[in-house]
């Protein structure tokens, strides 16, 4: 069954909740946009539409002008209005965003320039975000309603925005302008008076009246995503490129926000694997970076490898892989960039080992050992194996080689292959030499291992189901 993607609005202190339902009750409501948002809930929700109306920006860095690209270059449609909404379609219009209403005009034609003329105060979302003190489009749009009115003159409504403007975005309230003109112009109680009444009955709502037509025009916007044609490029940079890889929120625990960088950093600080990690993530990218350089490319069949070495792991289809990338927080690009990735090594793993000489990688693996503390503990294991099982009687009894893997697996906890072409590929990654040379090796292996311990009886396979072992061993020393 396939689901309509959602429509997202970020709305905070421009329009109530419960008003914005009655106008779009399907919409998803999210608090006012920081940075990181938008692109977290593109991720997230997979959404038809975002509408930007509220945007965080003196707690919180604001909405990234990047955010709204990507998610554009995603095929989703953005529109915005209002306030924060209102400037950022202002600045990315000529990359796809829609703007609507009268402050986005106000940006967009250069009437209004001040990011502070949509700014202002408001509670938190347990009081539905509602405003603490007034934005200066407000106050302006209702001054001038005064002035037509005729409850003040032109002159008198310039000279109390002008009274406004002066003062902090956290301390403009309606009111003050009937004290600026008590105090400035001289009004006497009536006047004053009138103004107040005014201002209580006839006060103007420009966000507001803006952010109702954000949510109409989201709702008019053609079905699925932008054309390719209009979809803007996503040009890469490197701080937006931190933005994405550690702001991104992924999840939501007890209300707080869950971001990559600290999942990472729980684990790092938390489990002793991290190092070596860091260190594979790091060769990983840096071969890919270096194959790119040297002008490597992948053809289509080396992609499909990709792809199918990463299902695996995570226990899927092949085909299905894209489709499960936001169950694992990821993007779809950012899977397609994984598979890339991916299938870069893969490439490199081959050329190294099976089109030239792979000598060294024996003698990588045992450097690698030492500096990990396990060579000389792996030297006098494997030396007491051989003693142990050079006097033993349990090679009587031949195995037969997927017997022998099966007891491997549970003497050392360590899943080995039964499937042939699974193992032949095991054998020839971890240079083990061929199936004849692995298998005196389990036998050596449990030999010794029934010397020192007892094992349960042995469920032998049947003949006709073992894995044929038709090659000699090719080691100098033999057993």
Known sequence: MTTTPPDVVFLGPSLTRDEARSIYPDAVLLPPAAVGDVISAAMHFRPHAIALIDGAFMQNLATYHKELIDVMAQGIWVIGASSMGALRAAE????????????????????????????????TAEFDYRPVTEAMVNIRASLAAAATAGVISKTEADALIDCQKSRWFMERRPLESVTDAVNQLGFDQPRSEALQSFLRDSWVDVKAADARLALAALQELPEGPMPEADRPELIP????????????????EEGLPVTRDQIWRHFAL?????????????FRTAIVDLM????????????????????????V??????????SIDMTETRMNEWIVEEAFILKLTDWRQYERLSIGILESCLQQLTRMGEYENTKRTAGLVESMASGSGHYEKPLGLTTALKVQSMISSNPLPIDAAELDRFIDYMRLGNRAELYERLATLIAAHRELFDLPPIEFIRPEEELPVELEPQTSRGR
């Open 317 to 326: 289809e092949p085909d299905d892989l894209l489709s499960q990338a936001s």
């Open 292 to 315: 790119r350089d040297d002008g490597a490319e992948l053809t289509d069949a080396e992609l499909v490898r990709g792809r199918e070495s990463i299902a695996a792991d995570l226990g």
């Open 92 to 123: 990315c219009r000529r990359y796809g965003m829609i703007g609507v209403g009268q402050v986005f005009e106000g940006f967009a034609s250069g009437e209004i320039e001040d990011d502070d003329e949509v700014a202002l105060s408001h509670l």
């Open 270 to 282: 938390n489990d002793q694997r991290a190092a070596d990690i860091v260190q594979l993530a790091v």
């Open 237 to 252: 940079s490197g701080v937006y490129g931190v933005l994405v890889e550690r702001d991104l929120t992924v999840g939501m």
